[in-house]
């Protein structure tokens, strides 16, 4: 299948509702959901319930809140007004990496055929740039599944525009250009999933995670990970990480 796609979004609905302006709001400042709860000395659940719509913060965080947020409190109220519109949308997943040099060709491939499936079914908007594993992903649903709603457009170029946008990263394989979509990422509080078995940039990357306990990425998760082997448990625990992207963000 000819050209290259930027985005992707399968048929399928039903994920949370959220206040939107406030969930960008907290990326732009720096924060993941863990360490904006952190410096608000609340849990990590109530943030994503701030978020979602669900709950609203008490007049007494709201100061402390909007001051974390670089936002004048009357900013802060509107994003939380906007929980009364919030449209429902799936997750952003960045798909990043590429086929390097001495990787496992056959695990790639069954890499990309498990995340297809993924994808194919689960709803969520794909980003990536105009080469690598992530075109590979969309074009192999595009062939094998055609799904009602699948929808193509130029590539986007530059890592920041992959990038930014997102709520998540799935990292296969890749060389320098996938380790700076992975630092853009992480600097932005982004949970990060490599798959490591498939070298390169994943491997480093799992590697890295499991020596700083985490980041962005929960500690749980990357526990998982470190022990993750083949293809349908990697997207198992992306599927998971998906499902509860509202507490992982």
């Given amino acids: 299948m000819a050209g290259a796609f930027s985005r992707f979004r399968s048929g399928l609905g039903g994920w949370m509702a959220r206040r939107n302006d406030l969930v960008r709001q907290r990326k732009l400042a720096g924060f993941s959901q863990e360490r904006l709860a952190y410096a608000m000395e609340v849990d990590r659940s109530t943030i994503a319930r701030w978020e979602a719509g669900e709950a609203t913060p008490l007049a007494t965080f709201r100061p402390q809140l909007a001051k974390?947020?670089?936002v004048t409190p009357a900013e802060l109220e509107?994003?939380?007004t906007e929980g009364a519109e919030a449209v429902s949308g799936p997750p952003c997943v960045v798909i990043s990496g590429s086929r390097t040099p001495g990787c496992d060709d056959q695990l790639l491939d069954a890499t990309v055929a498990a995340l297809a499936r993924l994808v194919a079914f689960s709803g969520i908007v794909v980003n990536h740039g105009p080469v690598g594993i992530g075109i590979e992903v969309v074009t192999y649903v595009a062939d094998?599944?055609?799904p009602a709603g699948f929808a193509m457009s130029t590539a986007r170029f530059g890592r920041e525009n992959v990038v930014h946008g997102a709520d998540l990263m799935i990292v296969v394989g890749?060389?320098?250009g996938?380790?700076?979509e992975v630092s853009i990422a992480q600097a932005l509080g982004m949970p990060v999933l490599p798959y490591g078995p498939t070298g390169g940039t994943a491997a480093r990357t799992l590697e890295a995670l499991c020596a700083e306990g985490g980041t962005s990425t929960s500690t749980g998760l990357v526990a998982e990970l470190a022990e993750c082997v083949t293809p349908t448990q990697f997207t198992a625990i992306t599927e998971r990480a998906m499902n509860e992207i509202g507490t992982l963000l």
């Fill in 68 to 70: 974390l947020l670089n």
């Fill in 78 to 80: 509107g994003m939380l």
């Fill in 174 to 176: 890749g060389a320098s």
């Fill in 178 to 180: 996938t380790a700076a």
């Fill in 144 to 146: 094998q599944f055609r």
